[in-house]
């Protein structure tokens, strides 16, 4: 039994920092209330941790080959467990978003770390299964993550959706220490500082323009910077990429017709089926009344029907060229979130069920399959950044859609509320509701028009997730096609079968 402990500690690990993608989700009304934040911390309080470690999972890889990968792991671990201890302890937005930051920085440590160290320590027949446990925690975490949310935060409070984190990190180490040995490739070349610079402060600026445009409109001089200095750092990364002998990414792989309809592909599963459950855990809680176990337990029939499906597809369609489980699974995806457009201004929780399980079907068939296309579609001898390529396309789908999704959502509250007549601003209101602030606004209404204020605001919040499920339908419809089209099997053997470990990508966020 001893040789499965390094598997136990990365597997910890795994679950950990992707539990930590959406388990905040469910506790965004508590935690609004717990720190008086606003609409846009509350989205930063997400996005800076999927940002974060979606700009810094190549670099991570790099540093792990200079420096040992071991060291890395433990560091991130390390490092994840104090910033978990920060997000808990947190007395206002700014430290919460602060210390999600930095519980970013350590998960792109572990993440980066994961597929290399399974396949350092294990060979044969215990990889094949080590990969397959690994791959199983993962669906497993995006099943977890709204129910253990709801869980702690209805019993506990939302500061335990962090500190749980800690004996978990510490058990984790603990194991690490004793049971996993050091690797490093210190002939893979150098960091790449300046490209990992860039690209961070490209993305970051991008999202902080989006979230900026929800209270100060896209006309907004603070906004307009911002989107022209991401533009600006974007074309320098481009440009060092290029220049550069061992780059973070290799720009050439995007000549390939199949990488880059694979990376949008990656980008648009996450962004489509999952950016969207911040504004359904809002709803439930906000608008229907919910407490947060129920609210978790709403999000649940997309992540089991993706967690069985994948565990079931694994066996059944490993012989099917990957560009038809990707392509079908975005179609699916695309088919059920506009399913989820059955939500009206009357209806309950369970006009949601038919829509996210369509969806967690398409995820369960899609989600396995992409980072062994990804390895599959570059040269061998740049699989592991086509590996960390989709992972961080992946990550930065999610991080882009949220506050796009807000912007979409809080747009069209505005107009539905401004049509009622009942609201002196209709776009601040429509921020607040948004934002989860029903119910404080129903307060505020006198007594003869609170049953008017209700129906409006139903109304509204109804109508802005309509226009959010129908976006990623049709962005996740052109982005099945575009896979369908673009992508053809490879030519050479499959990775497992020339002796090189397979990256598992994760079902969830």
Known sequence: MRKWLPLVAISLSTFMLLVDLTIVTVAMPALASGLHSSFAALQWTIDIYVLVLAALLLAAGSVSDLLGRRRVFLAGLVLFAIASLGCGLATDPGVLIAARGVQGVGAAAMYATNAALLGITYTGRDRALAFGVWGAVNGAAAAAGPILGGVLTEHVGWRAIFLVNIPFAVLAVLIAVRSIVE??????????????????????????????????????????????????????????????????????????????????????????????????????????????????????????????????????????????????????????????????????????????????????????????????????????????????????????????????????????????????????????????????????????????????????????????????????????????LLVRAPARPEPERSGRPVAVSAPGA
Request: glycine letters at 12%; a positive charge.
């Open 183 to 484: 690797s490093r490739n210190p002939g893979g070349g150098r960091v790449d500082l300046p490209g990992a610079g860039l690209f961070t402060l490209a993305v970051s600026l991008l999202v902080y323009g989006l979230i900026r445009t929800g209270e100060h409109g896209w006309t907004d001089r603070g906004t307009v910077a911002a989107f022209v200095v991401s533009a600006v750092a974007l074309a320098f990364f481009l440009l060092v990429e290029s220049r550069r002998v061992d780059p973070m990414i290799d720009l050439r792989l995007f000549r390939r017709p199949s990488f880059t309809a694979l990376m949008v592909g990656g980008a648009v599963l996450t962004a489509s089926a999952f950016a969207n459950l911040m504004f359904v855990s809002l709803w439930a809680q906000s608008v229907l009344g919910l407490e947060p176990v129920a609210a978790g337990l709403v999000l649940t029939p997309l992540a089991a029907v993706s967690f069985v499906v994948a565990g079931v597809g694994g066996r059944l369609l490993h012989r099917v060229a990957p560009q038809y489980s990707i392509g079908v699974g975005l179609l699916l995806v695309g088919v059920g979130t506009l399913l989820c457009m059955l939500v009206g201004p009357g209806s309950t929780w369970t006009a949601l069920i038919p829509g996210l399980s369509v969806t967690g079907i398409g995820v369960g068939l899609a989600s396995p399959v992409l980072a062994s296309a990804a390895l599959t579609a570059a040269p061998a001898e740049r699989a592991g950044m086509a590996n960390g390529a989709m992972n961080t396309f992946r990550q930065l789908g999610f991080a882009v859609a949220v506050p796009v999704f807000a912007s979409v959502a809080a747009g069209r509250a505005r107009s539905v509320l401004a049509d009622s007549g009942l609201f002196d601003d209709p776009g601040r209101a429509a921020i607040g509701l948004t934002g989860g602030s029903a119910q404080g606004l129903l307060a505020q209404a006198p007594e003869p028009v609170r049953a008017a204020v209700q129906h409006a605001l139903r109304a509204a919040y109804a109508s802005g997730l309509d226009r959010i499920f129908l976006f990623s339908g049709i962005v996740a419809l052109a982005a099945g096609a575009a896979v369908l």
